[in-house]
């Protein structure tokens, strides 16, 4: 099983249209996430973090569930400009009060879902 | 502040050649790693490092050797070029444990075909 696993898309929505993307981790040792948008022959871009009281930013709403391993993305009132690729973060960073770094520090992302948003 | 660079940008190598991709930051980041992405495939951890002298494998390390001399710089080599290796390969770095952001930061990428 991978460690990271998305919906796999593609999406296509119109323009306006509410859409929601899911992930789910299997490591339950994994601290923090996120949603990284790429666009076509571009480099990832953080998108935003994901906390477990949820959090938002402007049109974009992201989820987090560690009981269930779980997140997601909502978009709402979809624009052109949103067409993408999503991707879900997962880090599993070792976090001591010393600070000590250990070689099993990684972050690992999911495959992506892409969103096309149709005029 | 450049953030992350790499070279070159594109490559054509022949099956057995050998190269080293560069990826350089200017962040003094701790956290630096490489990944490849191929269609369909999203992006897999090659090799990473939690700083200079400490480099781990990823999800797909062989085929390639990394070091980490420096801080700023974090290349990584194909020993004996594959047509298996043609793919997007991209750098990234971050600072965890000194700034506690886990943003990653990404070079532009190397588009790398194996013939």
């Known amino acids: 099983r991978k460690e990271v696993e998305q919906d796999p898309g593609p999406f296509n929505v119109p323009e306006g249209a509410t859409v929601a993307f899911n992930c789910t981790y299997s490591n339950s040792a994994s601290q923090s996430f996120f949603w990284y948008r790429q666009d076509c022959r571009k480099e990832p871009k953080l998108l935003m973090s994901?906390?477990?009281s949820g959090n938002e930013d402007g049109r974009f709403t992201a989820q987090l569930n560690r009981a269930s391993q779980y997140i997601s993305l909502l978009i709402r009132d979809s624009k052109l400009s949103d067409s993408a690729t999503y991707l879900c973060v997962v880090n599993m960073f070792s976090i001591s009060p010393s600070k000590v770094k250990t070689s099993y520090d990684k972050v690992i992302f999911g495959p992506g879902t892409s969103l096309s948003v149709i005029p | 502040n450049a953030g992350v660079t790499q070279t070159p940008k594109f490559q054509v190598l022949k099956t057995g050649q050998s190269m080293t991709l560069q990826c350089a930051q200017d962040?003094?980041?701790?956290?630096m790693s490489w990944y490849r992405q191929d269609p369909g495939m999203g992006l897999r951890l090659i090799h990473y490092s939690v700083g200079a002298g400490i480099t781990d494998q990823g999800e797909v390390p062989n085929g390639y050797n990394v070091s980490r001399s420096t801080t700023e710089d974090f290349p990584l080599r194909l020993l004996s070029a594959a047509p298996s290796q043609t793919s997007v390969y991209f750098c990234?770095?971050?600072?965890?444990?000194?700034?506690?952001?886990?943003?990653?930061?990404f070079g532009p990428g190397t588009r790398l075909t194996v013939t």
């Open positions: 994901v906390y477990s």
């Open positions: 962040m003094n980041h701790e956290y």
């Open positions: 990234a770095s971050s600072n965890p444990w000194t700034s506690g952001s886990y943003e990653q930061y």
